[in-house]
């Protein structure tokens, strides 16, 4: 990332150990930038179209994105906004009436519109009418989501027909073929994909704007929503007593309904789960149409959700708090971030579903700070337009292409202009109190404060190579990493444990691929007290802003036991990590790594002397009754570790491994901890400070 304001703050929190604590404060304090209003997020949406140009065909009259399979989404995506700034009279790249009209006509043409009644190559998703991604040549293939994010475009260029000169042809086309898509029989009532009932939801509410009709929204968006939350309750996808309900008893997301509730791909979907909450935006006009409420239960189970959603998948710096099921396929996509960013837009958008009012305002300044986040992504790479890189956190950039960072920025442009059609430019800004959301099944804990986010994973069940009891990630309040993202032991944060051999033998931060029988992660401290047992009921949520918080993790062999106990504050994580032996005398050395990010990355010791050390990887170390503390500089931040004990041992600085889900590791801190055949209890405690 490429923050120009980072530089300066680094070289203060290097220059002066005395100045410590005024130094937390600065890089604590919460971004001074103001909520965007209508015009910047127009505006916001014009420097993209900028960047977006090169890539219209006049000839054509449609934008290449390099993916003919995404074509017709990326060129809705651009619909969308073209459209949006000519209805609010908006003047800037955004706005461009003459190729609003262009791509109205063209994605109101066959192909992308299809009506045949077979489709000529396999395609599970198949269905007619509808749309296909490609725009032009043979058929490709369909998808749920292309279909409301092509009839959103449309019904916007519909309702902007007289200031961009649409032709009653083509605005009598729109209407006729939104209609059509929504009537079908793939997205009426009983028919979903899997339970993401939102896509159904966005169509029958464009199908009410461009008709006289609102017969889906009365109906059918009140059956498939009381569907979806009589499924929370009880597994209704399918009929076997271990399919999956929709939500966890902790409203974590399960993505596949027709799969046991413990399957990896069902441990959660940050991304998925923001997707389908999105229904909740068009329940107001739903109710407009006739629609009853929604019981009183079911409004109550809808408020848990959202608390669940905002807090436990999202940090301050407008960045997911991400942990998914589906693993790299999902993980770390920019477009698949920026998709995930409408679940903030209806929770800003729908007041009906929040306990506290105040979680409107949240989610627009976290929306925002997404926003303003993106534009300080890198843009070096090949071939990128100089657009920022849709390889989030580095992670698998030789996957990602050209035609990945059009569709990403075509998004979150799509996305600036929704939040403008959908009333956040009226919304204040304020800063969210530190939230926190925890899952006592699988031990998930997702924090975020003004100064810091993280997560502990405990549970992985293979879904994804990283996890444990330690802090699987630790990003600054800019949403940068500063321990990394992922990895999995020994390329990984905590207590590591070898032999005399110098293998590894036991550590913390290893993901679990089977539930435990017990949660491997207890809450003792927390607003709502100690949080020992998973839950049972549906809509048992834990989440919400708090004051203090502190976990508790243990992993063990049939010799040693590791614990690690995490003390969540507005400014800093307190770590106290022990080891217990409870039989033999094998030898063991005892340690816990602190990692860096970035290949620049370095540590220093700040000895009680004034003197700071260089540490580096086989250079030699540092006695730990000699330090005041250690500072860790990766690539895009930095953080101090402040021993709160003096145990006897070393300091050190090693080398990390590149892994998948830590592509770029920079030398870690190695604390010796224990080391022998006889030690009971030895224990570390630091403050760690971002």
């Known amino acids: 990332m490429s923050d120009t304001s980072k530089p300066s703050r680094i070289a203060r929190f290097r220059t002066s150990t005395a100045a410590l604590a005024a130094v937390v404060t600065v890089l604590a304090a919460p971004s001074s930038a ?57 003047v800037g790249p955004a706005r461009d009436d003459e190729r609003a009209r262009r791509l109205a006509e063209r994605l109101t043409e066959s192909p992308p519109f299809w009506t045949g009644p077979v489709a000529p190559v396999g395609d599970t998703m198949f269905h007619s009418p509808g749309w296909t991604g490609n725009m032009v040549g043979d058929y490709v293939a369909m998808d749920k989501a292309i279909d409301p994010k092509v009839a959103e475009a449309l019904s916007m260029a519909w309702r902007a027909r007289d200031v961009i000169g649409l032709s009653p042809e083509i605005a009598a086309r729109i209407r006729d073929e939104i209609a059509s898509v929504a009537y079908g029989p793939f997205f009426r009532f009983p028919s979903v994909r899997l339970n993401q009932v939102n896509w159904g939801a966005e169509l029958y509410a464009y199908a009410a704007q461009v008709t006289d009709s609102t017969e889906l929204l009365r109906d059918d968006y009140g059956r498939q929503v009381q569907r979806f939350l009589a499924g929370v309750r009880r597994p209704w996808f399918a009929p076997s007593r271990d399919a999956a309900p929709n939500l966890s008893p902790s409203l974590r997301f399960h993505y596949k309904p027709d799969q046991t509730p413990r399957s990896g791909t069902n441990l959660d979907s940050a991304e998925y789960a923001n997707m389908t909450l999105h229904f909740i935006a068009s329940y107001a006009a739903a109710r407009q149409a006739g629609m009853p409420p929604l019981a009183r239960d079911d409004r109550r189970l809808l408020r848990a959700w959202v608390r669940r959603v905002l807090f436990g998948y999202w940090t301050h710096a407008g960045m ?25 837009l209806a929770i800003a958008a729908s007041s009906e579903f929040q306990a506290d009012p105040r979680q409107r305002v949240w989610a627009k300044t976290i929306f925002d700070r997404g926003l303003r986040l993106y534009e300080h992504l890198d843009t070096r790479g090949p071939h990128l337009d100089e657009l920022p890189h849709p390889a989030l956190m580095g992670v698998e950039p030789a996957r990602q292409s050209a035609s990945d960072a059009r569709i990403f920025a075509a998004r979150m442009a799509a996305n600036a202009v929704r939040a403008v059609t959908m009333g956040l430019g009226a919304l204040p800004e304020e800063d969210p109190p530190p939230f926190y959301a925890f899952d006592p099944d699988v031990g998930r804990l997702a924090v975020s404060t003004p100064a810091y986010a993280t997560a502990i994973v405990p549970v992985n069940r293979g879904a994804f190579a990283y996890g444990g009891i330690e802090l699987a990630r630790l990003f600054d309040h800019d949403g940068d990493p500063l321990t990394g993202v992922g990895g999995t032991a020994p390329s990984a944060a905590g207590i590591q444990v070898h032999d005399a051999d110098g293998r590894l033998v036991l550590a913390s931060q290893v993901g679990l691929e089977h539930d435990p029988r017990r949660p491997p992660l207890a809450l003792v401290r927390s607003p709502e007290g100690a949080v020992m047992r998973a839950d049972s009921r549906p809509g048992s949520v834990h989440a919400g802003p708090f004051g203090e918080l502190e976990a508790v993790g243990r992993r063990g062999s049939h010799d040693l036991v590791l614990t690690t106990r995490h003390r969540f504050t507005r400014r800093t994580v307190e770590e106290m990590w022990r080891v217990e032996r409870r039989r033999g005398r094998r030898w063991y050395r005892v340690s816990v790594v602190l990692p860096s990010s970035g290949s620049d990355a370095t540590v220093e010791a700040v000895l009680r002397d004034g003197r700071v050390v260089a540490l580096l990887p086989g250079a030699g170390s540092v006695a730990l009754e000699a330090v005041r503390e250690f500072r860790v500089h990766s690539h895009d931040g930095a953080y101090a570790v402040v021993p709160l004990n003096t145990p006897r041992g070393r300091a050190r600085a090693i080398a990390m491994e590149p892994q998948p889900t830590e592509p770029a590791p920079g030398p870690a801190l190695e604390l010796d901890l224990a080391a022998g055949r006889r030690f009971d209890r030895r224990a570390l405690q630091a403050r760690i400070v971002p």
């Open 34 to 90: 103001a909520a965007f209003s209508d015009a910047e997020y127009l505006q916001f949406a014009d420097r993209i179209a900028q960047r977006l140009d090169r890539t219209w065909d006049a000839e054509d009259g449609r934008y290449h994105m390099g993916n003919r399979g995404l074509d017709a989404i990326y060129n809705a995506a651009l619909l969308t906004v073209h459209a949006t700034a000519a209805l609010h009279a908006h």
């Open 320 to 344: 997911l708090n991400w942990d998914t099921g589906l693993g790299l396929r999902r993980w770390m996509k920019g477009k698949t971030w920026a998709y995930a960013q409408q679940g903030l």
